[in-house]
């Protein structure tokens, strides 16, 4: 006689060796499936709390034995290379964690990306650039009504600013954002960035003054 298959209590047949927690994982199981330990790295990279090893199993379609056993595998494993992370139990479930003993280097990074914050003029400044560029240190102080020439050399040390040529008619140096600015930004184009003129003057307004500004500055903002 098969054993492919049994008479439950209920009459109906029950394919043997299959649990019924196992039910929701099954239509994953019969199909293509991606490793397990990558499977897991992925989901607990992006995860902002521990997740227990059942949770993953759903998650990765894996049974939760699999599941545990890889995580265990894996936490040896990040041990044994040492690795700047590792992966360890917390509570019920299992998250990563920067290595004990480079926890100096993380505070160093923290404390210096706190004093390295952009000042408000910065910001001001770059806004300016954004949204004006290319643009000269001239027009940009015109429009912000202060000199910006040493806050324009901070934006270009941090990779937010980069030359953009001379201006044609006054021969003035010309900025713009690059693709980092972006990239912090959260941007692919400078076209997504959302329409400010509803917080500004009329432009229109400004023109005059500005042209003039950058036509007495200009050969002095090489």
Do not use: C
Request: no cysteine; net charge negative; charged share 25%.
């Amino acid at each position: 006689m098969s054993d492919v298959g049994a008479v439950g209590p209920s009459g109906a047949e029950e394919t043997a060796g299959t649990d019924a927690a196992d039910a929701p994982l099954q239509g994953v199981l019969d199909g293509a499936r991606p490793e397990l330990k990558p499977a897991l790295e992925a989901v607990l990279i992006v995860a902002d709390q521990p997740l227990d090893h059942a949770t993953l199993a759903e998650a990765v379609g894996y049974p939760p034995d699999d599941v545990q056993v890889a995580l265990d595998e894996l936490s040896a494993e990040y041990t044994e290379q040492r690795r700047g992370f590792e992966l360890r139990r917390a509570g019920d479930g299992w998250r990563y964690y920067t290595r004990e003993e480079l926890s100096a280097v993380v505070e160093r990074f923290v404390v210096d990306g706190q004093q390295a914050r952009l000042t408000q003029a910065a910001l001001e400044t770059l806004a300016v650039v954004a949204y004006r560029q290319p643009v000269s240190r001239a027009r940009v102080s015109a429009i912000r009504g202060v000199n910006v020439e040493g806050v324009m050399r901070t934006l270009v040390a941090r990779g937010l600013v980069e030359d953009a040529g001379h201006e044609e008619v006054t021969g003035a140096r010309l900025f713009r954002t690059t693709s980092y600015f972006l990239e912090r930004m959260g941007l692919t184009s400078i076209e997504q960035l959302p329409e400010i003129a509803p917080f500004l003057p009329e432009m229109a307004e400004l023109e005059d003054e500005l042209d003039f500004a950058a036509e007495v500055s200009g050969t002095s903002d090489e």
